[in-house]
C-alpha cells in the first residue's frame, strides 16, 4: 500500500495503472536475496549484470504510453529483464510482445508469467536494436535500454499516432523521452 500511495503522491492517477501495480506481486520479479526491498523504490540489482528499474519509473513510464481504454492496444518491449514491466503492460495491453538479448532473462520471466497465469505476452531472445518487424505495427514501443539516438527502425514500426519511450542519451546525462509518430510519419 505504500507503494501505491507514493504513487499517487508523485501524480499518478490513472485508476487502472493503479491497480494493476497494486495486484501485481512484485516480489516474484526480484532475487530472494532482495525480496525485502520489492516495493522500496530504488532500482535492484538483477542477472546477467542488468538492473531492475524502479517501481515509480516504471509507473511513470507506463502512464506515459498513454495506453488508453485497457486492453486495447499491442506493445513492443525492448528489454524484458525480470519481466515487472512487462506483467504491468500485459494488464492494461491488448498484446504486449517483448525482446530481450540475455537467455537466462527472457526464460526466467516467462516462467514468471506462466506462474501469474499471464497469456497475453509473447516473449523472445533476440537483439532489440532490430524491433520486430514480424509483428509490427505496434501501437506503442517501450525500451528499457539507453541508446544515443532514437533508431529509425523503431519508429517505422510504430502505427501513426503511435509513442515510443525509451532513455536517450549516454551513462552520464540521460533522458527518458517520448515520441509520438504523426500520421505523416
Known amino acids: 500500500m505504500r507503494l ?3 504513487l499517487r503522491q508523485s501524480g499518478l492517477t490513472d485508476n487502472f495503472l493503479l ?7 512484485r516480489e516474484l520479479f526480484v532475487s530472494p ?4 526491498y ?9 542477472a546477467c549484470g542488468q538492473s531492475m528499474t524502479k517501481p515509480s519509473m516504471v509507473a511513470s513510464i507506463v502512464d506515459a504510453l498513454a495506453l488508453g ?3 486495447s492496444c499491442s506493445v513492443l518491449e525492448i528489454g524484458t529483464g525480470t519481466g515487472y514491466m512487462t506483467a504491468l503492460l500485459s494488464k492494461l ?12 532473462l527472457s526464460e526466467a520471466a516467462r516462467k514468471r508469467f506462466d506462474q501469474l497465469g499471464i497469456t497475453n505476452i509473447v516473449s523472445q531472445t533476440a537483439d532489440g536494436k532490430l524491433g520486430l518487424p514480424a509483428a509490427a505495427p505496434f501501437d506503442r514501443i517501450v525500451s528499457t535500454c539507453a541508446l544515443e539516438d532514437v533508431p529509425k527502425l523503431w519508429l517505422d514500426q510504430l502505427k501513426p499516432d503511435g509513442f515510443l519511450i525509451l532513455p536517450v ?3 552520464e546525462n540521460q533522458k527518458v523521452m517520448r515520441y509520438q509518430k504523426k500520421s505523416d510519419g
Do not use: M, W
Not at 536475496?33 to 525485502?36: G, K, T
Not at 495491453?93 to 525482446?99: F, G, M, S
Open 38 to 46: 520489492a516495493y522500496d523504490d530504488f532500482a535492484l540489482p538483477i
Open 19 to 25: 491497480n494493476s501495480v497494486e495486484a501485481l506481486p
Open 69 to 71: 481504454a485497457p486492453k
Open 33 to 36: 536475496d532482495f525480496a525485502e
Open 169 to 171: 542519451g549516454t551513462n
Open 4 to 6: 501505491i500511495l507514493e
Open 93 to 104: 495491453a491488448r498484446r504486449v510482445h517483448t525482446i530481450d538479448r540475455f537467455r537466462t
